[in-house]
């Protein structure tokens, strides 16, 4: 035999005996296998929870939960209130934390309870419309005096009867809510127009 074939044979003896022979082989299986459960080289996504109490926590997962009446806020934490702002069924008013749910637009309009509402505005009207659709009283009133039985139109205070023409009539719709038809029939209602041949 040859130096060559001698050199060849003694090394192949040394890889097989270094390399365990068969058992080694199935000790290598075993280990590539858990080697596939584990995807070599991944990152593990660690969890972050400092300073929050309610929250992700980055990783898909959560730092907590808040009470039935608390809501979560951005910053983790948990703070009274639910149903972050408090505005539904709400028109107006305030949120419950700072903010608004609308604001009333109409000169006489206010926040009622969170809706928005006419309020009657006569003060110091003995008579005529009170700017949401009703009136502030009719002449005579109970402070008025007997013969005082008519309201004034600029004043809107009762007064000596005077000839309610056309001009009164024009002057009582301008008292009137715009567009408030009950309001301009009672106007004509309460004229003096002469009869119609």
Known sequence: MGTWSKLIILVCGVVA???????????????????????????????????????????????????????????????????????????????????????CTGPQDACVDGVCECLPACAPKECGPDGCGGSCGTCPCDECEPNEVVCNSETFQCEKDSPKDCKW???????????????YQNCVNSASLPAQM
Not at 169 to 183: K, L
Request: with cysteine.
């Open 169 to 183: 009539i024009f002057d009582c719709f301008d008292t009137c809510p715009e567009g408030d038809q009950a309001c």
């Open 17 to 103: 005996v270094g390399c365990g022979g068969k058992d080694s082989t199935q000790a290598g299986a075993d280990v590539g296998a858990d080697l596939g459960k584990v995807e070599v080289g991944a990152e593990v996504c660690q969890p972050n929870c400092d300073g929050k109490e309610c929250g992700d926590d980055g990783c898909g997962g959560e730092c907590g939960q808040c009470g039935s009446d608390e809501s979560c806020e951005a910053d983790g934490n948990c703070i009274p209130g639910f149903d972050y702002p408090k505005c539904e069924g709400k028109e107006c008013g305030s949120d419950g934390f700072g903010g608004s749910c609308g604001e």
